[in-house]
T-cell receptor, first 110, second 114 residues
Framework: DAKTTQPNSMESNEEEPVHLPCNHSTISGTDYIHWYRQLPSQGPEYVIHGLTSNVNNRMASLAIAEDRKSSTLILHRATLRDAAVYYC???????????FGKGTMLLVSP | DTEVTQTPKHLVMGMTNKKSLKCEQHMGHRAMYWYKQKAKKPPELMFVYSYEKLSINESVPSRFSPECPNSSLLNLHLHALQPEDSALYLCASSQAVGPLYEQYFGPGTRLTVT
């Protein structure tokens, strides 16, 4: 199974951009890259996903390396509400659901 | 409406009790999931339903019994649980199974087994 590697934690200041990295060197050609986040005492929340091209939505941007061995979730202006655990997950074409890793805990300071 | 609702929010049960967790979505999704999350750990998949049929059971003990009565509703029946089953139980849904579809999660039921 292709796995992801993320830093255990990162810190940011409010209103600054945040770049959350994820390595997935054994990714296969049909694996989608998903990002979810989990705020304290809540269920996980979908953030963004992509296959090969960079993706943007109202919450974030996803930058995927050309060789697809890594990706970066970009929060353009961090707010205190963005403090959460961020999970980078590979979704396999042959398996119908998500396998969560340990994720990155993002701390945001005022 | 992108909401998945779960009831109850909290549940305390003894090891000889029978209880049920309920999950509901009205997004027309045809895939529904149960996850278990222990404190400070990531969620772990338990069951997947696709078009109201059980498609994945991640070797979950039989004291957990899922049920999908219709496309909007998912239950998890609990019987003879152990204290180590205390956890946050999360329900999720998606348009269908597969890597293309994002999952929407409920807030969870926090279960304590005494």
């Amino acid at each position: 199974d292709a796995k992801t590697t993320q830093p255990n934690s990162m810190e940011s200041n409010e209103e600054e951009p945040v770049h959350l990295p994820c390595n997935h060197s054994t990714i296969s050609g049909t694996d989608y890259i998903h990002w979810y986040r989990q705020l304290p005492s809540q269920g996980p929340e979908y953030v963004i996903h992509g296959l090969t091209s960079n993706v943007n939505n109202r919450m974030a941007s996803l930058a995927i390396a050309e060789d697809r061995k890594s990706s970066t979730l970009i929060l353009h202006r961090a707010t205190l509400r963005d403090a959460a655990v961020y999970y980078c997950i590979l979704a396999y074409s042959g398996y119908s659901t998500l396998t969560f890793g340990k994720g990155t805990m993002l701390l945001v300071s005022p | 409406d992108t909401e998945v609702t779960q009831t109850p929010k909290h549940l305390v049960m003894g090891m000889t009790n029978k209880k049920s967790l309920k999950c509901e979505q009205h997004m027309g999704h045809r895939a529904m999931y149960w996850y278990k999350q222990k404190a400070k750990k990531p969620p772990e998949l338990m069951f997947v339903y696709s078009y109201e049929k059980l498609s994945i059971n991640e070797s979950v003990p039989s004291r957990f019994s899922p049920e999908c009565p219709n496309s909007s509703l998912l239950n998890l029946h609990l019987h003879a649980l152990q204290p180590e089953d205390s956890a946050l139980y999360l329900c999720a849904s998606s348009q269908a199974v597969g890597p293309l579809y994002e999952q929407y999660f409920g807030p969870g039921t926090r279960l304590t087994v005494t």
